[in-house]
């Protein structure tokens, strides 16, 4: 009967334990220097401010360690450099800030699935940059490697092995595809890049959670680019899907917004995509129109069907997907709050549930659960 009792008992604590996880959504504000600290309600999506941590400067990008114990961050003001702080578990706290050196102001930061690496692009360097990561998760400087991209780098992503490296190439409208060795190197696959469409703009990529498919945004043309991933890394192009609110919103086609950009005309300027990680749902942002659109992904050919598309903050630069897939958060450049919607887990719709504060040009989301 005892025993009987203590399994019982067993069974209950091992069901009932994702009830205790805690899910914590941080927003660089870049105007602000700050990163902004959320908890994310598991049942509800609601958001409720915990804090600001000072960043020191223009932060923009961050990415999260393979353990996800650790925060980085880029800072695009002088001096320019790598933040990273340590994830309180229990509060979303972020503790032991340590700086390093940057060789470029990056408006992308990754890490690699295996904890070595940390991977840079720089827009107005041309350049990708390979730093070494400590045991304890600290970045170490110089880079140990830098890899010329052609005109305006504007992502870095590494597939689930950690031995590719897939960069968004606005300039040249190309996906270079690389090898990333156990130094750091990086070495191109075959010709070393796939092209996308013509003046699309090649900004950021997203791998699907089996690592078969990288889907591409481009940030003028909002067209999301699908290739198929093959053995030694190389993608092959298989399938494209026009803007799908462009028309909508009387979109012209965008141009590069460089420093000196000053032009009324309402243009297509994508930013983010996302997938969840069961693979169903993709979610792209556009900022002219201030919305998220959502496509449904066919689980054997990783082809897109659209499903609608929503307002969200206005200028949604950053999205980030919860790592339970219940929940998207959008930041706004132009929103004083951060919202987050619910995903419908069978049709993929988004609906507003929740928002919270939010500072001065909110643009990067990133979210962590423990």
């Known amino acids: 009967m005892k025993i009987a009792l203590r399994l019982a008992l067993l069974t209950a604590l091992t069901f009932s334990a994702p009830l205790l996880a805690q899910t914590f959504v941080y927003v660089s504000e870049a105007s602000d220097g700050h990163i902004a600290r959320y908890s994310l309600n598991e049942k509800t999506g ?10 020191g400067g223009k932060v ?11 925060l980085y961050a880029a800072i695009r003001s002088q001096p320019l450099r790598l933040m990273s702080w340590t994830i309180d578990a229990q509060n979303g706290d972020l503790l032991q800030a340590n700086e390093t050196p940057a060789a470029a102001s990056y408006p992308y930061i990754s890490t690699d699935s295996q904890g070595r690496f940390l ?3 720089s827009y107005d360097g041309d350049v990708v940059h390979v730093y070494r990561l400590a045991a304890d998760g600290k970045v170490i400087a110089p ?15 590494s597939d689930a092995t950690g031995r590719s490296v897939y960069v968004g190439n606005l300039g040249t409208d190309r996906v270079l595809q690389l090898n990333l060795t156990p130094d750091g190197s990086l070495t191109p696959i075959g010709s070393g890049f796939v092209a ?8 950021h990529s997203v791998m699907s959670p089996d690592n078969r498919y990288l889907y591409n945004i481009g940030e003028m043309g909002g067209i999301i680019t699908q290739f198929q991933r093959q053995p030694n890394g190389a993608l092959k192009k298989i399938a494209e899907w026009p803007n799908a609110v462009a028309a909508q919103y009387h979109l012209q086609h965008g141009r590069e917004r460089l420093a000196d950009y000053n032009d009324p005309t309402p243009r297509i300027w994508s930013a ?4 969840t990680p069961n693979g169903r749902f993709l979610y792209v942002t556009e900022r002219t129109s201030s919305t998220v659109t959502g496509y449904r992904v066919n689980k054997q050919d990783g082809k897109l069907t659209l499903i609608g598309s929503w307002p969200v903050e206005k200028q949604p630069r950053g999205i ?10 959008a930041s706004g450049e132009k929103s004083n709050v951060t919202g987050s919607y619910a995903i419908n887990r069978r049709s993929g ?12 040009d909110a643009n990067w989301v990133t979210v962590v659960s423990y």
């Open 46 to 55: 609601a958001l409720t401010l915990l804090g600001q941590t000072s960043a």
């Open 60 to 70: 923009m990008p961050m990415a999260l360690s393979a353990d996800h114990h650790r």
């Open 119 to 121: 991977l840079g692009s």
């Open 143 to 157: 880079p140990v490697a830098a890899y010329k991209t052609g005109h305006a780098a504007h992502s870095v992503i």
């Open 196 to 203: 996308t469409e013509a003046e699309n703009g090649a900004r």
């Open 272 to 275: 983010d995509i996302r997938i």
């Open 320 to 329: 980030a997907i919860s790592p339970d897939g219940r929940w998207l958060i």
């Open 349 to 360: 719709v988004l609906k507003r549930v929740g928002s919270a504060p939010a500072g001065g």
